[in-house]
């Protein structure tokens, strides 16, 4: 299974060498190929840095890792190697000082994005767990396993993102349609919330127990 | 510490059971005067039941525990009652098939609920657990214990809210301002889905790990 990540930062970067840590062949991509050589060799292995197009063109799935404005920009150039492909939308429309979203109630981050590239099988997935965590490897916090909620209308390619996130440790949580984004993000600015503002710093998580 | 509820249904009996026997003095009442006196029976010890009003005149804390349609009359007419008082707001303003909340992002219940009684100490709180787990008197599922969050603008409030809940052995977690309710309340939806849609029951929850 191969891994395209767009973007090589905080997100994509460790997504993606846990990913590939985890068994899967990843490319990474960003706008600054070094950043995407760097995160290729991170993760060692099979792991390799290539051109967005060429990564989104050889992925089983592709995770969307730039900021939400970079979004439309980098979707439009690539909507034409989407269609029928798992696009994962980690991102969370904050504004500038995080302290709240710039969309919601009606609408989410990921939504809009499902409208840019819509024949691409969008799922919000990672966007409430910090890059920290990610770039941690460590699925746990205080021995409690950090829930990973991912939303989407399609059966398949929700499966393979429940399977990714299983594989790296978390607990993978179907939180239902894409439209379930507009409760995932808000999660995400209340987890930013207490981490920040509130002083729990960035290795924490929610548990989702039943 | 005296708590009255406003309400004795699903929400209001079982938080003001579960804090009479947390050691509070416990006033119920409801619109249905019935209600209040069967919720008082259940708790037994010191608790009883009141009119509304009597009820609010007297409790330390208030827990408005109505449907959120319902809110706007009854703080309407103990407006004069309220003022410096600490009123738990645990409403989510649900869609009549609990799909959705009918306000958010730019606002939400807890704050519309502090426009009605500008004068009372708002605490958004007790909204993303289930009223079955409340009746359950058991803070915990699978070994992990739920996390309470609460929101509001008043110090001292706040931390007399943090102790009801902390009394009742949940993990109480400061959420910040009021204005925090913005993402409590998709939470509550988001445990909705979880528990109704996508078949989780009502015996679970979110923790916070830190």
Redesign the interface.
């Known amino acids: 299974m191969t891994l395209a990540t767009i973007g090589a930062g905080n997100i994509g970067k460790s997504i993606g060498v846990w990913a590939a840590k985890s068994g899967y062949d990843v490319i990474f991509s960003a706008n600054n190929e070094q950043h995407a050589q760097d995160a290729a060799r991170a993760a060692g292995g099979t792991a390799k840095a290539a051109t967005v197009r060429n990564a989104v063109a050889a992925a089983d799935i592709v995770l969307l890792a730039v900021p939400y404005g970079a979004a439309k920009d980098v979707l439009t150039d690539i909507n034409d190697l989407l269609k029928g492909k798992v696009l994962i939308d980690a991102s969370n429309a904050l504004t500038a000082d995080y302290s709240g979203?710039t969309?919601?109630?009606?609408t989410s981050a990921a939504e809009e994005i499902a409208k840019i590239v819509p024949e691409a099988h969008v799922v919000k997935a990672f966007n409430t767990v910090f890059a920290q965590v990610y770039a941690s490897q460590n699925p746990k916090?205080?021995g409690?396993t950090?829930a990973v909620?991912y939303a989407g209308d399609d059966k398949e390619s929700k499966a393979k993102v429940a399977e990714l996130i299983a594989k790296m440790g978390f607990d993978a949580?179907?939180?239902?349609a894409l439209a379930?984004a507009?409760?995932?993000e808000?999660?995400a600015?209340?987890n930013i919330?207490?981490g920040y503002?509130?002083g729990?710093?960035t290795?924490?998580?929610?548990?989702?127990?039943?």
């Open positions: 979203l969309l919601g109630f009606t916090v205080n409690n950090i909620f949580v179907d939180a239902g379930s507009r409760t995932l808000p999660m600015l209340l919330a207490l503002g509130l729990h710093g290795s924490i998580g929610f548990s989702f127990n039943r």
